[in-house]
């Protein structure tokens, strides 16, 4: 049977959304329908360079067409429980990037207008869907180095002091760790799941934004995670899981590399190298949203959306801590 060609909309004509969009043309059953930004120069530019066939010059004017089946919501988290809302409540199938918004008050309402409209929604959590993240997980639930019981996970680059961009203004939603610093906490609830106690200690720019966080969960069972993000220095952006029996090693090389590597304590060593032939990778995340909306679903399997609020409640409970407090 040939699968179901689904009319893609850009919802926010940014830096990932580029990324996406050079990534969605490798799917066959993704029509590159429309571009949405809020300046139709803009929209036009980018309907251009990447082959969207319509561009619009406001997000409503986009939600409003029929024809579209669904939504990349790329804006800041700031505005993803609005954006993401205008889109379910016109009945379109949302994909909205991490965080899925600021907080886990604004995710509950994201999630009621979605059921309310019984429309799909996931957050796009891309590394959730690549094979290095998938090999992880399933060394991990193999029991082959026994049970996992410390995990350290870091995420860094060097932001610059540009006070006034994304990275940094709290009206954003800026700050390391909801940029950054989630792909680290995401790890840690995928490998040990809800943390009983979480200690935080944080460097916050002039903003208010954390430029730097370090972040301590621990667990009922002993399990322990160390986690870091930071826009202030660079990391190499490495996770490591250490069970009984050996280790487990997971670095993003760049872009489209990622190297793992799994040592046992008789010394032997497997390491695997993951590199994506074609795009970055954000064509996967993409690509299980058709599945699932193939079989009908309002929601993924893989990446549910109580995971998405078990990540928010998690983000909110380390802010509380750190004192990262957003003006709204
Ligand atoms: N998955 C990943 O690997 C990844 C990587 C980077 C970022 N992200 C996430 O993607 C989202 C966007 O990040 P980005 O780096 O693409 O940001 P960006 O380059 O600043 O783009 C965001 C876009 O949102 C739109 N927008 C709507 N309201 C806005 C407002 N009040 N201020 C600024 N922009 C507004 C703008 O598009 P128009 O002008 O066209 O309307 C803007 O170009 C963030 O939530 C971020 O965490 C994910």
Redesign the pocket.
Known sequence: MTPKTYNWAIL??????RKFSSDLKLLPNARLYAAA???MD?AIAFAGEFGFEKAYGSYNEMVSDPQVDVVYV????S??MEHTILCLDHGKAVLC???FALNADQVNRMIEAARRNGVFLME?F?TRFQPAFLKLMEVLASGQLGRPKMLRSDFAFNGGNDLSS?LFNMA?GGGSLL?IGIYPVFIALQAFGRPEEIKTFADLAPTGADRSITMLFRYSDGQMASLASSFAVCSDTQSEVWCEKGFIRIRRKDISSTHLTVWRDNGQEEDYDFINQEGSGYHLEAQHVMQCLDEGLTESRELPLSFSSLLIETLDRIRKDAGIVYPD
């Open positions: 926010g004509c940014g830096k990932i959304a930004s809020r300046s803009k790329a804006t800041p988290h505005h993803h990037e991490k965080a796009a891309w994304r954003l940029d």
